[in-house]
């Protein structure tokens, strides 16, 4: 892993883009490039529009188009008010997974990264090494070891089940590092210490502000894996009250998909319905903090 | 068959009146179950009037119902219902839970076909120990024999699915044709419906749906899986004249292309069986709420009909699909635990409310012989009085079949060996082989003595 | 990496220099605590745990490395360690492919609305993979799903996607479709990280569009490109998610072990065989680490030789 500083979004925001900006637009380039939009949107479309229809549109319509009647917003209706409006506890869960879980592993990261990229102490580069090899093996195997050592400590079927795992960012990790060693300069860090500034106040007051654009990046990364994690919270919560939005939607749909036992309700509209509003708030995130790591990423002066 | 049906119909409230003589006299419990200790009975009597609470895991819609009318009449008793997954995600998560000494609940629903495997590892309280046995004669005969397994009794019947013939009335009167009585009348509709238009089939099979097949087997007669003893099995889907009957229909249904080898509860199936694509569907009695929840729009159109026959002269069925609820011995309170499980499968009113709010097809005979379930006509099945062919199809359960103490493995590598034969074509009998010999070697690797044919 | 801590120039053991070992310590520990939980903890217990085998009948015992050379012999676990090599070889190159095209494309100025573009094609990545899958096996239906319904509007018969020849293509469809967003923005992050001196001098030089990619943009990518290889590799052998949601809908065609660690989860959770699964799982954890090590050295070799 040498020589990887430029995979990092570690950008500088004061260069110019002018050289670029001059030359005129491709209407071939856009047009293939609509293609990949296509590609990108159309599943998303399909699902906006099955979520609209009714029951009884769904199995006997066009699937690429709105069915008779506009039925969204009572699809809405019915997904929050389904089960005494377990989806919204869902909806709550899972924002408080990922807001917790993402704050504290990008935040885990930052100082972790930090302290791998500038200080130099025996066994760094073996724990590195370490930390890097643990993302190789394959978590779902872990799943039956990592329930058995959680239910010992007695955390199983709880918040902490999935909020701890949460915090642990490898690749938060690895970004930061690389991050780091491009955006604190060394001499900052040296003219601090001279001044007499303790470590832990140079991280706070100076190193944590040149890391920031570094921070936001881990934080959406991490948002988007703890909001879409799916088979730990599985494995290690029984009591629907605790599911994130991914396991309580996949139960709704084993529900519709099984009536060896019950009545199977007709649950699709719901699923249907649920999965759109479960990704909406993270388009929305998406949307909000591409300001902040555009900062990070692009250089400030080119609004292309 | 029609004189099957009277016959049978005589021989459910013959049962109805000898258990109502056998009332109250108490311990005939499971095959060689030893007579309940009096005092751990007395506890179980005593649990309902203690305050306890209960946790107890089950994925059916609606039971809250249920579960808050024994909380209305037991105020003491608080019960936690939760919903932790649908049948194998359950069992995993309940084994994981014993295998860990926590986080199990005390009550939990297993499917029949589950049973065993939970009763041989010791998962399950034997309820024979606390009295259980004396509930056997309010259970249909057929419920009752899928709990009593390795000489105790490791769950409380809670619903059944007697197999029968749910078909598109529409769509037969159409092309002329009568409801099959065997299988071979069955393969002649088939083809009929194909004639008429290719892309139509009687029926569809599900390449991974092992239960689906096992049902089919156990209703031609075979008793392909048995278990002797803790530690002796013996698997024969080679050898067994059942599923011989079962291959031979099945490898000329598939090979002449005349059922969908569609994955059953998809879209595309639902679809299928709205459009009327498919025709039959050969399933447990506790499909009617899918049929009228999921494809409203066919009301009027479906009607029942008694399982095809291999021989007319000997009917028989078989059960698919159905659950126990059964005790897990990490509960702090045992007998309470028993107590609910009673009550919640056994109480009239607990019945009553499986049946109507919850959607399950009973196991207990108070409600299967009830005038008012048995002769209710169904106005989405046309005005047919299907209780009456699916209280029937419950009575003529063959009785002797069993499952393996691995059955929920056994059934998850049945799409890597059958479901290769059924999806892509080719030897059913070979299929069974190649299925018999994984089941041989996880069966030998976790220590059983396996002997096959 | 070729940063020098500050305390590296004088070593020795004066408290300046030891205040900084301190520090790094003190700031990696808290990352470190939460990765021995969650990571070191559960792996250490999954290889004791391997060393047994625990039978339904006989309880457990020691195996040995039994379940090691079981596992190397395994002929179902070999099959689905190639399917997913297979899959590698195919799949990652051309979603890196076009995560490199989208990525020049927006970055080079020449396209129109470049900001909707990479937000759409990022868009993806957020959707839930169990959404995803729900949402691509619908469309793949080739009876009354979307495949089906456009082959009914052309009048053709589409082939169905979730056969067996075609449900390879079908996951990599998926998988490229939920990453090829998250690959472009890392590609693009780094071309954004290419000195803007260098643009001028091509410019002066008189480069196209074309030359200047070539000559300035791949190279500068190079580290890039390979960290999303690497990951992409990774990803390629744990591949899980898609297949075993999509099994619903294609039980036959996606058996028990068609990717290796579908096979260990199946082990585990419906067989019961902890033991087993667990060897199962650190195998297959070795085998990406070595692949994902091999493709880092081929790649720093030629990178020096040339």
């Known amino acids: 892993m040498t020589a990887v500083a430029e995979a990092s979004p570690a950008v500088d925001a004061h260069r110019s883009r002018s050289a670029r900006r001059r030359r005129g637009k491709s209407p071939t380039l856009t047009v293939i490039m609509l293609v990949m939009f296509a590609y990108a949107v159309l599943p998303l479309f399909w699902l906006l529009a099955n979520a609209s229809k009714s029951g009884a549109d769904l199995f006997s319509t066009f699937g690429l188009w709105f069915g008779g009647d506009f039925h969204l917003f009572a699809n809405i209706g019915d997904t929050l008010s389904y089960q005494n409006g377990i989806f919204l506890r869902w909806f709550g869960n899972t924002v408080l997974y990922s807001v917790v879980g993402a704050g504290g592993a990008a935040l885990l990261a930052t100082i972790g990264g930090y302290a791998l990229a500038k200080y130099d102490f025996p066994g760094r580069k073996a724990l590195f090494a370490m930390v890097l090899g643990g993302i190789s093996i394959p978590g779902t195997a872990l799943a039956v070891p990592t329930y058995l050592l959680f239910s010992r400590i007695g955390i199983v079927d709880t918040p902490w089940a999935v909020l701890i795992p949460a915090l642990c960012s490898p690749f938060g990790l690895y970004l930061m590092r690389v991050y780091a060693a491009d955006a604190v300069p060394d001499s900052i860090l040296e003219s601090a210490r001279i001044d007499g500034a303790g470590e832990f106040r140079i991280f706070r007051t100076i190193a944590l502000r040149l890391l920031a654009p570094g921070f936001v990046t881990v934080l959406l990364f991490s948002l988007v894996a703890t909001w879409n994690n799916y088979f730990l919270p599985l494995i290690v919560l029984n009591t629907p009250d605790w599911f994130p939005l991914t396991v309580g939607l996949n139960q709704w749909n084993a529900q519709a998909n099984s009536g060896t036992s019950g009545a199977g309700d007709a649950t699709y509209q719901l699923i249907l319905t649920g999965s759109l509003l479960s990704i909406v708030p993270l388009i929305v995130a998406f949307l909000v903090l591409q300001r902040f790591w555009q900062s990070g990423l692009a250089t400030g002066s080119v609004k292309q | ?453 | 990496m070729t940063v020098q801590a500050a305390g590296a120039r004088r070593p020795g053991l004066t408290w300046p220099f030891l205040r900084l070992r301190v520090a790094g310590y003190a700031f990696f520990l808290p990352f470190f605590v939460v990765f021995l939980v969650t990571v070191v903890a559960p792996l250490a217990y999954a290889i004791y745990l391997s060393f047994f085998q625990d039978r339904l009948i006989g309880g457990t015992v020691f195996a040995g490395l039994a379940n090691y050379t079981r596992a190397i012999g395994d002929a179902l676990f070999g099959a689905g360690l190639l399917r997913v090599a297979l899959f590698l070889v195919v799949q990652v190159p051309i979603m890196l492919l076009l995560a490199l095209g989208c990525a020049l494309a927006i970055d080079s100025g020449r396209l129109r609305w470049p900001a909707m573009f990479r937000i759409t094609i990022f868009m993806p990545y957020a959707v839930p993979a169990v959404v995803a899958a729900l949402m691509w096996g619908y469309m793949y239906g080739d009876q009354f799903g979307l495949a089906g319904q456009i082959g009914d509007a052309l009048g053709v018969a589409l082939p169905d996607l979730l056969s067996r020849s075609w449900m390879m293509s079908s996951i990599g469809n998926m998988v490229t479709w939920e990453y090829v967003g998250y690959n472009m923005i890392i590609l693009y992050a780094a071309l954004r990280a290419i000195p803007e001196e260098l643009y001028e001098a091509a410019e002066i030089d008189g480069a196209g569009a074309i030359r200047t990619a070539w000559s300035i943009k791949l190279p500068a990518l190079r580290p890039a490109l390979l960290v999303a290889t690497i990951f992409s590799i990774i990803g390629s052998f744990q591949l899980f998610n898609e297949p075993n949601i999509v099994q619903k809908l294609a039980p036959a065609v996606i058996t028990t072990s068609y990717t290796p660690n579908m096979y260990a989860y199946n082990l585990a959770f419906n067989g019961q065989q902890i033991n087993y699964s667990a060897a199962v799982a650190v195998v297959l954890g070795l085998v990406t680490v070595v692949v994902a090590y091999a493709v880092q050295l081929i790649t720093a070799r030629r990178e020096k030789t040339l």
């Open chain 2, 1 to 453: 068959m029609r004189s099957f049906v009277r016959t049978a119909g005589v021989a459910a409230a013959l049962s109805v009146a000898l258990a109502a003589c056998g009332g109250g006299s108490g311990g005939s419990g499971g095959a060689s179950a030893p007579a309940a200790a009096p005092s751990k009975s007395a506890a179980v009597q005593d649990a309902l009037s203690k305050p306890a609470e209960l946790t107890f895991w089950s994925w059916v819609t609606g039971i809250e119902k249920t579960v808050a009318r024994f909380q209305a009449k037991y105020p003491n008793i608080k019960i936690n219902l939760v919903n932790a997954g649908q049948s194998a995600d359950q069992y995993t998560k309940l084994q994981t839970a014993i295998k860990a000494g926590s986080g199990a609940p005390d009550v939990a629903q297993i499917e029949y076909f589950a049973l065993p495997q939970f009763a041989l590892s010791k998962q399950v309280v034997n309820l024979a120990d606390y009295g259980a046995g004396a509930l056997k004669d309010k259970f249909a005969a057929s419920a009752w024999a899928q709990v009593a397994v390795n000489g105790g009794v490791y769950g409380i019947p809670q619903d059944t699915g007697p197999m029968a013939m749910f078909y598109r009335k529409d769509i037969f009167d159409k092309l002329k044709i009568e409801p099959p009585k065997t299988w071979a009348e069955f393969v002649e509709a088939a083809k009929k419906i194909k004639a008429d238009n290719p892309d139509n089939f009687i029926t569809t099979i599900d390449p991974g749906d092992a239960g689906g097949v096992d049902s089919m087997i156990w209703q031609a007669g075979g008793t392909p899986f048995k278990t002797s003893g803790e530690s002796s099995v013996s698997v024969t889907l080679g050898s067994d004249p059942g599923v011989k009957q079962w291959v031979s229909t099945w490898n000329t249904l598939l090979g002449e292309k005349l059922v969908d080898p569609q994955p059953g509860w998809t879209d595309d199936w639902w679809k299928g069986m709205g459009s009327g694509k498919y025709a039959t569907w050969l399933t447990g009695a506790w499909a009617p709420n899918g049929i009228v929840n999921s494809i409203p729009k066919t009301k009027g159109k479906w009607a029942v009909a008694p399982m095809p026959q291999f021989d007319a002269a000997k009917p028989m069925n078989a059960e698919n699909g159905g659950s126990s609820v059964a005790v897990i011995p990490q509960s702090k309170n045992i007998p309470a635990a028993v107590a609910f499980a009673e009550w919640l499968n056994s109480d009239p009113e607990a019945v009553k409310s499986l049946n109507t709010e919850a959607g399950l097809f009973p196991a207990t005979k108070v409600l299967l012989d009830d005038p008012a379930f048995r002769d209710a006509p169904l106005e989405f099945f046309g005005g047919q009085k299907i209780n009456q062919v699916l209280g029937d199809a419950s009575t003529a359960v063959r009785p002797g079949w069993q499952y393996l103490p691995f059955q929920v493995y056994a059934n998850s590598i049945f799409k890597d060996t059958v479901g290769q034969a059924i999806d892509g074509g080719g030897d059913l009998a070979a299929a069974l082989k190649s299925w018999q010999d994984r089941i041989t070697a996880f069966g030998t690797e976790q220590g059983f003595t396996v002997s096959g044919g």
